[in-house]
């Protein structure tokens, strides 16, 4: 599984992330609805790949506060550093995984762990869970 994939999984498969919040599998798709028991959703496209249903958002910082205190992390500057996230995530942060991570994500600079490397990937985790049905705050993402 990829690194994002790991990051979208334990902040959107979190306890805190209520059932009817969580990204819902679209009607038709395997593990989903029957395409009949809903109707068919109107116009083309919006969500990205894997997102989720329209309405279905999960409050990305409102879990990220709850595993935050939940693992005793509160200390952990996660809304804008990218190493404090994945440690609240119970990830590895190192080096090697976050340049993993800026390949995944199309990072194009020098991945060398730089101030610069780790602020856009934060950023662009915040902006990739926004596009795959997490509601992110507009200062997560800027």
Do not use: C
């Amino acid at each position: 599984m990829s690194i994002f994939g790991k990051i979208k999984d334990a902040i959107f498969g979190h306890k805190s992330a209520s059932p009817a919040a969580r990204p819902q599998i679209p009607a038709g798709m395997a593990g989903g609805p029957p395409a009949a028991s809903q109707p068919a959703p109107g116009g083309i496209g919006g969500s990205a790949i894997g997102g989720t249903a329209p309405g279905a958002q999960v409050d990305v910082a409102q879990t990220l506060d709850s595993i935050a205190t939940q693992g005793g992390h509160s200390d952990l500057n996660y809304k804008s550093s990218i190493v404090d996230l994945m440690k609240v995530l119970g990830m590895d942060s190192s080096l090697d995984n976050r340049k993993e991570l800026a390949t995944e994500l199309g990072y194009t600079g020098a991945k060398d762990g730089s101030a610069e490397m780790n602020i856009w990937l934060h950023k662009e985790v915040m902006r990739q869970l926004a596009a795959n049905g997490g509601k992110v705050p507009a200062t997560l993402t800027d």
